[in-house]
């Protein structure tokens, strides 16, 4: 509708839902060989690492471990993330469509943690006159990210530069007190590291 098209595809990560439904039709372009260039990337938190730091296994999709076993990644569905403000992306699973995609290397995955997800909200705020959601914001943090690199390496501002789409998924007008922790520096990040996601999957394995 614009007449442009993306060089690259950035969604916040949950569970997938709004990644899946922006980035869909441009992986599917990839799949049929038109976009081979193309980066679809899902950003999700430092504190829910699954896609960067989980495993690729069966798990359930729920801690009450109702649902059917799911492939998909995951730091288990045990696993009780930090209290980040980005509540909606503490989820210890994916989607398994999006799961089978990144194990074929037809995404990528980014973590983000808060600190930097705020700053990079209140940039937005400042320059687009809509304060984001913070999950929101793990994909403004990450289009933030491509953008500078591309500046840095090509040294051009120009208006040229690569075509970057990405989803502003909600509002943040519920998030204030996010906001004000991060303004009166307050806010602290939550990075999970390996050994804590491979402990979580042991126990699961154990209990399974
Ligand atoms: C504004 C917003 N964006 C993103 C998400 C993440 O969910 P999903 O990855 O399923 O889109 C949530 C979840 O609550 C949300 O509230």
Redesign the pocket.
């Known amino acids: 509708m614009i007449d442009e098209e993306p060089d690259y595809v950035i969604?916040?990560?949950?569970?997938?839902?709004?990644?899946a439904g922006l980035s869909f039709p441009f992986v599917r372009e990839k799949l049929v060989g038109k976009r081979d260039g193309l980066r679809v990337i899902a950003a999700e938190s430092t504190a829910a690492p699954k896609l960067t730091k989980g495993d690729f296994r069966y798990d359930f999709g729920d801690t009450g471990r109702l649902t059917p076993l799911i492939r998909m990644y995951t730091v288990g569905h045990d696993f009780v993330p930090p209290p980040i403000h980005a509540?909606?992306?503490r989820?210890h699973g994916a989607a398994p469509t999006v799961s089978h995609l990144l194990k074929h290397s037809l995404i990528e995955a980014e973590a983000y943690p808060q600190v930097r997800i705020f700053k990079a909200a209140k940039l937005f705020s400042q320059t687009e006159g809509i304060i984001p959601?913070p999950?929101?914001a793990h994909a403004i943090a990450s289009v933030i990210e491509h953008a500078r690199h591309f500046i840095k390496n090509s040294g051009s501002h120009d208006i040229d530069g690569p075509v970057i789409l990405f989803n502003l998924?909600?509002h943040g007008l519920l998030d204030l007190s996010g906001y004000q922790e991060f303004l009166s520096n307050k806010l602290v990040d939550f990075h999970v590291d390996l050994e804590q996601v491979k402990e979580s999957l042991r126990k699961i394995s154990s209990s399974n």
């Open positions: 969604g916040c990560f949950g569970g997938g839902s709004n990644f509540g909606g992306l989820y959601a999950e929101s998924s909600g």
